[in-house]
């Protein structure tokens, strides 16, 4: 009798303990330079013990992880930053960001017409007179948009007849990305005129055919 007691009594006290529940954490990445960083990420916090469950958002850079009870928020962030050395996880929403891009040569002839996706109107009327003019619409979790920035900003370090306008489209529903409509398939994508006003319309990150629009041979 006094073991079923004793039983009974174990089985109460099991049913009163407090449930361990699951949280969810949202944690802010600095220094991406890609929307695929988030894959590298994901599959370091797959291998961490008490993360079951993580999600990226590419726009916000920000990770959302579902954690087990006694897995603290330090835990979650050594992972994500040892996912790469370029990685600083943040506690919190709203501190995501990636990498900016880097400066083009004092004296240039570039302009930035949005960095939020508004619509900018017809290029034909953006274009610079007596130049190539390049509009180069980008986003920052593009990698294959930097590599083109790289080629831009090559270029126009050599060449004063060349003018580059940046158009940040940041998704594909933004106003920007209305306007172009059905052409803008993908990301890079870069139109050029010639100092004439022939246009001439590209997509991805394939420099010899840009190169030959703007009089080079490359």
């Known amino acids: ?15 009163a303990a407090p449930a361990r529940a699951e949280r969810t954490q949202v944690f802010s990445v600095q220094g991406a330079d890609c929307g695929d960083c988030g894959k ?27 954690l087990a009870d006694g897995v603290t928020d330090d835990q979650v962030v050594r992972a994500i930053q040892s996912a ?29 017409l949005t960095e939020s996706g508004a619509a900018v109107g017809p290029l034909e009327k953006l274009r610079v007179p007596g ?3 390049v509009f180069d619409v ?8 930097r590599v083109i920035d790289a080629k831009l900003r090559e270029t126009i370090a050599r060449r004063a007849d060349v003018a580059v306008r940046k158009l940040d489209v940041v998704r594909f529903d933004t106003p920007l990305a209305r306007e172009f409509g059905r052409s803008l ?19 991805g ?3 010899p055919p840009i190169a030959r629009a703007l009089g080079e041979k490359p």
């Open 1 to 15: 009798m006094l073991i079923r007691a004793l039983r009974v009594v174990a089985l109460l006290a099991l049913l």
């Open 40 to 66: 590298e990420i994901l599959a370091t916090l797959k291998k961490t013990k008490g993360v079951k469950r993580a999600s990226w958002d590419l726009y916000k850079v920000e990770i959302s992880a579902v």
């Open 84 to 112: 790469s050395k370029e990685f600083t996880a943040l506690v919190g929403a709203g501190q995501g960001r990636y990498l900016p891009q880097e400066k083009y040569p004092e004296g240039a002839d570039v302009v930035v």
């Open 131 to 133: 130049k190539y003019t």
């Open 138 to 145: 980008y986003a920052e979790w593009c990698r294959p948009c």
């Open 185 to 203: 398939t993908a990301l890079p994508h870069l139109v050029v005129f010639s100092p004439e006003g022939r246009r001439s319309d590209f997509t």
């Open 205 to 207: 990150s394939a420099w």
